[in-house]
């Protein structure tokens, strides 16, 4: 069986996990493609990787957008992204669980945790767990990707709660 985490949006990523060990099997950043002038999530980039894994049992775990967001585009950006992800999944009849932003940072991270240090403590978390990825976009990249440390502990989070759709 295998577990992908979603973190939603443009800047977000994907990660595939055994679901019996929890272990990185691979993880990409979010695909993307301009649609009039805008970027938005390749929703067909992320159903051929989905696919890439079946015939294997294969759960999804995504991440739902926030009430609010920086900005009314950001906002619009992920529930766009959001929806057309979700429905997708559905469409496509793959198993899916939405999963809240709070209750999986707050499991996975701690409750009390500093303003500012999500990000921090993801990426020591996601270094603990799998401690030979280096969560790089490319071998170009020097920065790990946030979107697939946190599509990683999203899938961690799911395989802990058994959430189920």
């Known amino acids: 069986m295998i577990t992908i985490g979603i973190d939603n949006g443009i800047s977000g990523g994907i990660c595939a996990i055994s679901a ?3 272990a990185v099997i691979s993880s990409i950043p979010m695909p993307t493609i301009k649609h ?3 970027t938005e999530v ?4 992320v159903l051929r990787y989905v696919r890439g894994f079946l015939p294997q049992d294969v759960s999804i775990a995504i ?10 585009q950001a906002l619009r950006s992920m529930a766009l992204a959001f929806g057309m992800l979700y429905g997708a999944c559905l469409a496509h009849g793959l198993p899916v669980a939405r999963i809240a932003v709070k209750p999986w940072q ?13 990000k921090v403590l993801a990426l020591a978390l996601a270094n603990e767990l799998a401690p030979d990825e280096t969560w790089l ?14 599509a ?5 989070y799911f395989l802990l709660t058994k959430q189920n759709t």
């Open 63 to 72: 991440e739902e957008p926030l009430a609010h967001a920086k900005s009314s």
């Open 20 to 22: 019996h060990n929890g």
């Open 36 to 38: 009039n002038g805008k």
């Open 106 to 118: 707050d499991a996975m991270l701690g409750k009390k945790r500093e303003s500012g240090m999500t």
């Open 42 to 45: 390749d929703v067909l980039a």
């Open 152 to 156: 990683f502990l999203i899938a961690r």
């Open 137 to 150: 976009a490319s071998k170009r990249c020097t920065t790990p990707h946030d979107g697939m440390v946190d």
